[in-house]
């Protein structure tokens, strides 16, 4: 038998508490521990790296170009020669910008399911990441990989 002491008011549901009388705890493990980052901010620590040490070398090259991460790729039939492919899964985009009255900057989109599949552990990921950004940016910039590397 539930006391009244423990139900929600207004509901009749009992409060779940330890044998102690206590509620349920917080988190485990603190928020700026490695082990509570998702992958999605694992992965965007990574991108940020890769783009933040090609900034220092090519700031002024590199001063209006966007990097954006997303999740998946769009559903497309076909994909232009602006995608970085491997086999038939896209796994980053070059958005070339278009000068004009309504300016839009040049944009590297890296899509981070794809490149985590093909990835056995971080550091793999880690140079996944870095090979497909340094692609990227050499498309760009008409120059050829081994330069950025």
Known sequence: MTSPEHRRPGSGR??????????????????????????????????????????????????GVEFAVEDVPPDLNVYDSDVLEDGEVPLARLLPGRPGRQEIPPRIVLYRRPLEFRAMDREDLADLVHDVIIEQVANLLGVDPDELA
Request: charged letters at 40%; aromatic letters at 4%; proline letters at 4%.
């Open 14 to 63: 009992r409060v779940h508490r330890d044998r102690h009388g206590r509620g349920l705890r917080g988190r485990l493990v603190p928020a700026t521990v490695p082990l509570a980052r998702t992958k999605a901010e694992v992965f965007d620590d990574l991108v940020l790296d890769t783009v933040e040490t090609l900034e220092r070398r090519f700031a002024k090259e590199l001063a």
